[in-house]
């Protein structure tokens, strides 16, 4: 599926209802779930996240500590569970600053055209040939790894994916019939996009949040494995990982279980995305 595609359909095309599917269902029942863990976890985890007891580390799963326990006699299942507002925090933040900005600036340029677009496109080139992650490491590394500055970071990078995105959409919208209609009554370019263009590439917008979601919650873990963003002893599933791949031999669900959920949640939001998209599109078809 290609967010950028144009979908037409004639108004004599039946038009078929598109449904979540089964692999929909299970993904918004999964992220739904995951919502209410974050919101609900001080009732739902079994024991206090930071009690260290170390005459009980590295612990393999049992009647108490369900998941077993870190190197600090930590329970698993009960940071994992609130690690689940980290999860949520940082890439919700992240998904809609860039889309906001990239949309902002993909109108602009798609819009507006001559030089606005080409010094636009410019800086998103510019921007595109450094390597993100490495500039996301250097920069939280030597202004002193503060999750905000992380957060702040990675929007800006992620940014320009969706500036070519929405660009691309507008380039394909602003030709047509019904944009040219405004014109002749006499709208002005920034209304053009924001009342016309932009409720038709709306679609393209909100999958693409998604993904943007999903991608920064890859790259703050990322961060977070090799320390940088949130403080030791934080509940985030890649500082998880990073502090308990030192017991894998001793109690390997300290390490594995995190992964695994970085793993479900990425999946399950972008074949959200895919689905949304989907409805969407053809919501707008009609």
Known sequence: MN???????SPEAPRSRIRLGVLGWASLAFVVLLALTAVFAPWIAPHDPAAQSLG??????????????????????????YGVRWAFLGP????????????ALGLLAGSA?????????????????????????????VFGGGYTLAVAVIIVLAAPGDVRLVRSAVLAQRDLPYVQAARVVGLGEPAIAV???????????????????????????????????????????????SENRSIL??????????????????????????????LLTERAGK
């Open 3 to 9: 967010p950028a595609a144009v979908v037409e359909q």
């Open 56 to 81: 009980s580390s590295a612990l393999p799963p049992d009647g108490t500590y369900w998941l077993g326990t870190d190197n600090l006699g930590r329970d698993i299942t009960s940071r994992l569970i």
């Open 92 to 103: 919700l933040a992240i998904a809609i600053g860039a889309g906001v900005l990239g949309t």
């Open 113 to 141: 055209g001559g030089w606005i677009d080409n010094a636009t496109m410019r800086v998103i080139d510019l921007v595109y040939a450094i390597p993100p992650l490495l500039l996301a490491i250097v920069v939280v590394g």
């Open 195 to 241: 009342r016309h263009v932009l409720p038709n590439v709306a679609p393209t917008v909100v999958a693409n949040v998604l993904l943007e979601f999903v991608g920064g919650l890859v790259a703050l873990s990322g961060l977070a494995f090799l320390g940088l963003g949130l403080a030791a002893g934080s509940t985030d599933w890649g500082l998880m990982l």
């Open 249 to 278: 031999d001793l109690n390997p669900y300290a390490a594995i279980a995190p992964v695994a959920l970085i793993m479900l949640t990425a999946v399950a939001v972008t074949i959200l995305g895919d689905r949304v998209f989907d």
